[in-house]
Structures are given as C-alpha cells and as structure tokens.
C-alpha cells in the first residue's frame, strides 16, 4: 500500500541456509553422546531419584520449547493467521523437535521394564509407599485405576505419538507446499488445525498431571494442565523470538521478517508466557490458600521450606514481575536488542519454573510435627540443589540436541514458506 | 457548534454583510498514494491544524504526516496503577483500619478474621487489586481517547461539505483548518492545488 514498497531479497542466499546443516548436526551429535553418557553414568549413581528428577526436567524444558512451537502452528493455521507467515519456518523447525524428543522417556521406559518406576513416581510401589507414610498409601491407593505403571506406559506412549504425528503433520505439508504450491494444501491444515488444537490440549494436560503432578501422587490441582501450557507457550514463543533473531544476525531472512513481527512475537511473549503465566500461577496458589486443606498445601509448604523459599520468590519476580516491567514498553518488543535478551530471560525463567516444579519433595515426615514453625526450623538446611552437576550437563545436553535439531531442520526446510498464498500479506504486515 | 447547509447563502441584514467564519480548506484525492504524497508536502510546508481523512486505515500515512506517537499507553499505565493501589487501600482500610482522629473520632474498619488469616493478606487481596487495575485502565483507556479525540460531539463542519460525504466509500481528503497560523485562504487553496487535488473548497464553520 506504500508508494515506495521496498524490494524484498528472495534469492536463496537470503531464504536458504545450507551451511546450517553441519554445525547442526555436529551439536546434536555432541549432545547425544553428552546424554548417554550422563545415562549410564546417572543410572549408577547413588541417588538415581534425583538423577531422574534432573532428566525429567531438562527434558520437559526441550519438550515444552517444541511444544510452544507446535502451539503456534496450531493457532496460526486456525486463526487464518497473515502476519506470522515469514517465521513459521522457524515455529515448523522448532515444532520438528518432537519427532525425537520420544527418546528422552525412554529412561523411564527403561526403569519401569526394571521394575524400579517407584524411584522417581512413589505411586509405582504402595506397599515401599506403605512404609513411609500410610495416611498417604492410602489416598494414592486410591487412585491406582488411573496411576498404575501399564496404563502410565500407555498414556506416554499416546502423547508421545501424538505429538510426533502433529508436528509431521504439519511440517511435511507445509514443506511439501514450497515445491508444488498448492493451496488445497493450506486448505487442509486450516481444516485440521481444530482437531489438532483439542488434542494438544487433552495430551499436554494428562501429561502434565502424569509426568511432574504425580512426583506427589497425594497431591492435585485441576489447574495444573493449565499451568504446563503456559510453560509451552513461554518457552517456544521465547524460542521462536531467538531462533529468528539469531538466524537475521547470521545474514539470513534479511527484509523479510520486520520490526513489526519481532513486535508480535514480543506481544505474544507478553501476553502468555507472562501475564497468562502469572495468572494461572496465582490462580492456582490462591485457591489452594484460601482453602488451607492439608493435603493440597503440602505442595506449596514443600516450596517453602529452607531454600525453596528464595526459588519461589525468585521465580514470583523472574518469570512475573520483572519481565512485566520491562516487556510492556513497545520499544523493548521492537528493538533486538532488548527482545533478545527478554527471549533468552524468559526462555531461562521456564527451565527455572520446571525446576521449581519437579525438584521440591514434600517431606514425608509432616505429620510429626506440631506447628509450621517446626517443619521450617528442620528444613531450613534442605539445600535446593540448583548448583547441582547434573542440573547443568543434562540441561546442556538437552540443549545441543534443540539447537541442533532445530538447525538441521531449518537447513533442510529452507528459512521461508515461499509459496504459502498468505506470504505477501505477511511481508508487507504493519502493527497499526 | 453552529452548523449551516452548503446551500443556504449568506443572509444581508441591512447595511452589514455577516461573515461566516472559515474552518478550512478540504482537498479531495482520487487515491491513497496521491494523498501520500501530498500529506508529505503539507507536513513539510510546516502546517500544524490539519488531517487526513481515508476510507480505509492507510499504511505509513502516520509517518508521512508526521504524527507523533500518542502518550495515551503512558497514561493507562498510570490509571492501572492507580486502580491498584485503591484496590489495596480500599481493602487494608475497611479490614484493617483502626486509628482516631485528634483521640475525638475513632475511625474503625470492618475486621474479619477467616480461617485464621492475618488481617491484611495479599493474596486476599490480589484479586480485587487486578480488577480495579483492569476496570480502571479500560475506563481510561477508552475515556481518555474520546477525550483527546474531542468527542463526544453532535456534528462536525466537514460533514456540511457534500463532497466530503465520499470520505467513507472511494475518495481522500487533506484538510487544513483556518485556525493554522500558515493559512491564507487563497494561498492555501493555490498550494492544495498545486498538490495535485482533484477538487478544493473552502468549509465554513
């Protein structure tokens, strides 16, 4: 609409990126060697709880990031979405993601065919849960219809297929487009996207309430599927802000994605991985609060006690307050500078959160004492282990096996739809 | 704000011609990137009183007339915090207060002690906090864009011009207010012309 509309560089210099392909395949071979190792080194290390603790939160940080990715295909293609046309690619490579991310639960698959789930889900083994504590034996015996190790397996299984044939779904057509353009193609994602969208919702919900609720099986929040979307959706938007931002600086996708959509993705940012989170989190706090049952505020005392304490503020003012201020200017959303380091903060803020979720146990010992003052003066020395080895190599680990991944697809796939028939839409969008 | 029909002629009373006031000058373009253009000429020119008028939101016109961003996020943020802050007094006064004045008027809240909670307690508090902040920020949000915008208002000059009515279907207009010290009836005019307007004229307040 502009008298003077700017000539924008579709040469595939500018929207191919071959030369991704080594570096990338070089990190996911580093961070594939880094996590078998940590394996074997893990499975005999004194405290293979803890351990597995590690690895289910390292891997849920990279499952959650691919997660957020594949959540805004979903909601671009059902929106009939204009904008977002010129970073799909990169949402699509970071989606692509979950067609490995499978190999991360195979640890447990592998401890359940051992026999030995309960070392990190105390539900797997009653009468080891009997010992510790009977009350609570007793409330999770309960729920041993759902919480039982076959249907456990089976549920896994189902998200994780889920999820992989969703993300191929959407990548391969959406590739599969830029050689034969055609639009039935569009038309067909549009169609699926709602189905797509119930489903991600159903599975990223069990899954939370399988893999970090049940850590504390007397434990429940109905909140809780809620709370794990929005992780998806800080980390993968905050994935997708950087993933553009750094492809943009290595001299690709230069005139195609703008200020006006790196202000988008700064809004969506904004708007779920803050705000939302915030919501939800004191939703979920708040409720549990008022209501004071014993049952339900184990899992906050758990974060409470010695050094959680300070993670638990820490989290209030990382993931909340402090990026609230500084991401509501328009300034700080459409300059690089500042969006990067608000995408890198809030990416960290959401391995934080899931540190916060799946390390704290809830002392089993409660019940012996009187008032809460007790519990806190026994607890105070609880360290809080974030300094802890393991903490880093799998997150490192993990980490070269996203980045790598998402390289190599980037390089395969091209760093644009070229034929989609929103793409013109997208290039000359505008925030008004 | 009197309003006149295009039509009707200035009325003689006796010796003396009444003069109608001037409000400005509307130039009609056939289309977007003519108006462009020339809004990029008139904002060189120096004017100050004078807009735009589209049928549809124009990309980039903002930046070819040089307007400046808006300080209305600033002063939602500003009602937000307020909204907040009444929503936290509102609360800690009427559950908590308890203090006389010069020991003549004892001024007491309404203290309520629920399952044992202390009598100000945040996360109690929060959510009538957030939606005062909310409440607080749409009202001004919306209250203070009308304000700027000068509405509410029952009519406009611009709508006596006949010509102008095609501003909601296929026609662009640049209009200068007399009210701008760089206007001159007819030097304005010859300039509007000179832009390239398809039609210029005079709009009497």
Known sequence: MSASAPVINLSSSNIRADGLSRPGFMLRLFGFAILVVAFFIGMRSPDQGLFLRFWMQSWLFVTTVSLGGLFFLIVHHISHAGWSVVVRRPAEAIASNLQWVWIGFLPFVFYWWKGDLSIIFPWANLDALKHISLEEAELVGKKTAFLNDKFFMIRAAVYLVTWFVLSRFFVSNSVAQDSDGSMARTKKLEKWAGPAAILFGLTTSFAAFDWIMSLNPAWFSTMFGVYFFVGCCTGGFAYIGIVCLRLQALGYLKGIITTEHYQDIGKLLFAFGVVFWAYIAFSQYMLIWYANIPEETAWFLARQLGEWRVVSVVLLFGHFILPFLFLISRWTKRWRGTLLFACVWMLASQWFDLFYLIQPTIPHDIGAYSSYEQILAHYANESAHFLNPWNWILLVGFMLMLVGTTLSRLSSMGLLCMKDPRLAESLRFENM | ?205
């Not at chain 2, 902040?133 to 001004?140: G, H, K, P």
């Open chain 2, 1 to 205: 704000m009197t309003t006149l029909s295009p039509t009707t002629a200035p009325v003689t009373q006796g010796n003396q011609i009444p003069r109608k006031r001037l409000y400005g000058i509307v130039a009609e373009f056939h289309d977007p990137a003519a108006l462009m253009a020339a809004a990029d000429k008139v904002r060189m020119a120096g004017f100050r009183w004078w807009d735009c008028h589209t049928p549809f939101p124009v990309h980039g016109l903002d930046k070819a007339m040089g307007i400046k961003r808006t300080i209305l996020p600033v002063l939602v943020f500003g009602a937000g915090l307020t909204g907040t802050t009444i929503g936290f007094c509102l609360q800690a006064f009427t559950n908590a207060a308890s203090f006389s004045i010069w020991a003549l008027v004892w001024v007491t809240g309404y203290p309520f002690l629920i399952s044992g909670k202390p009598l100000i307690s945040m996360p109690a508090f929060i959510p009538v906090m957030f939606e005062l902040t909310i409440l607080l920020s749409a009202l001004s949000a919306v209250g203070i864009m009308f304000l700027f915008n000068g509405l509410p208002r029952w009519n406009h000059p611009l709508l006596s011009n006949k010509r102008f009515l095609r501003v909601t279907d296929d026609r662009f207009f640049i209009v200068i207010e007399s009210r701008d010290p760089r206007f001159f009836a007819s030097r304005t005019e010859q300039f509007l012309k000179d832009l390239g307007a398809k039609a210029v004229e005079m709009v009497e307040a």
